[in-house]
């Protein structure tokens, strides 16, 4: 008589192939869905050889437990990542939204996920206090939110997650009262405090508002306010505004103080100047901050080249690269130099083209021969 084949299960390995990060992923969020515990799958996951659940795994779990309230799991799952010294993220606590409109809502939600947190301890009720933080913020939950912060006795952080979805949605109604609650708090603001505020105002046109912080942060008793960062807010938004002569003198009151400016302002002001009509003006900078940030050169000089060449003026980005490379020795970005290149042959410019070439193959040669 013929035998039955084994209803066996393969061994381990054999099935190996079939399980990755993502399809562990996609079986957890559709578990979640249908509002089936996940435990069980993990545990099963977890005596496998060779696979390690991912964070994002561990997080999800987190989010299993909660959509289902129950807490003993997750629990049992902020343990095992406390222990594998796994972060919570905001992930783990996407259940809130629904939370939120229920019975008790996101603020009792929020507590017992707290007394969870201080169950475990450690690195997990660090990562996950922040993060529960930041769930809360990002649904709305601003006054559950300020109640962790108060219960936790956490600081300015932990405000600072909360002005920055304040100040992404353009509430700077609401970031103002999350700085002046910080205050009453006892929570001094650092200078990320004072720089969301001050990117809220002024990208919103409260430029009234944003000079009166200015302001009040050259009185503020911290020493690092006004920081890089707050020179680069204003000089991005009045380049934007097209007054680059007050926006420079913003930069010179950044180099006076010692401060070096990121590229992101050098972008802000090449973009200004050209899209201003001030193209001359533009390579004037350049050349400038090739003296007073030797780190920027390369980039501005390539950007100014890529520019150039956008709005038609393709001679002139070929001669900002020749420039680039015979006076300051340096090699161009690639594609911003083979772009360069492509349009001056479409406009006819060959002897421009071969000046490059030989240049940039020179410079290549010195380039690899001093490594």
Request: proline share 5%.
């Amino acid at each position: 008589m013929r035998s039955l084949p084994s209803l066996r299960p393969p061994p381990p390995d054999r099935l190996d192939p079939a399980f990755s990060h993502p399809v562990v992923s996609s079986t957890l969020r559709a578990l979640t869905d249908r509002a089936v515990p996940a435990a069980g799958f993990f545990d099963w996951l977890a005596f496998r050889k060779r696979f390690v659940p991912s964070a994002h795994a561990h997080n999800l779990l987190v989010e299993n437990a909660g959509r289902l309230g129950d807490y003993p799991a997750m629990s049992r799952a902020l343990a095992s990542m406390s222990a594998r010294r796994v972060p919570v993220t905001e992930r783990a606590f996407a259940f809130l939204k629904s939370s939120s409109s229920s019975h008790g809502g996101a603020k009792d939600t929020a507590m017992g996920i707290l007394r969870a947190l201080d169950e475990i301890g450690g690195p997990c009720r660090v990562s996950g206090v922040f993060s529960l933080v930041k769930a809360l913020a990002l649904i709305g939950e601003f006054d559950a939110a300020i109640s962790v912060i108060k219960e936790t006795a956490r600081g300015v952080r932990y405000y600072n997650a909360l002005m920055a979805v304040k100040c992404k949605t353009g509430d700077f109604h609401g970031a103002r009262e999350v700085f002046d609650e910080m205050r009453r708090s006892g929570f001094g603001p650092d200078a990320n405090s004072w720089n969301y505020l001050l990117g809220c105002f002024l990208k919103n046109g409260r430029v009234a508002e944003a000079c009166e912080l200015v302001e009040a942060m050259e009185r503020y008793e911290p020493g690092n306010i006004p920081n890089s960062l707050t020179y680069e807010i204003l000089a991005y938004h009045v380049c934007k505004a097209g007054r680059m002569d007050s926006a420079m003198r913003i930069l010179d009151q950044m180099f006076l103080e010692k401060l070096t400016p990121r590229i992101t302002i050098h972008t802000a002001f090449i973009k200004g100047y050209l899209y201003t009509g001030r193209v001359e003006d533009a390579c004037r900078y350049v050349s400038a901050m090739s003296i007073r940030d030797r780190h920027s050169i390369n980039r501005n000089y390539s950007l100014l080249a890529k520019l150039l060449c956008k709005t038609g003026r393709i001679v002139e980005a070929g001669r900002i690269l020749y420039e680039l490379m015979e006076k300051e020795v340096l090699l161009p970005d690639h594609s911003t130099y083979i772009r360069v290149i492509k349009d001056l042959h479409g406009i006819g410019e060959g002897n421009l083209v071969t000046e490059l070439k030989l240049i940039f193959q020179k410079l290549s040669v010195h380039v690899q021969s001093a490594r």
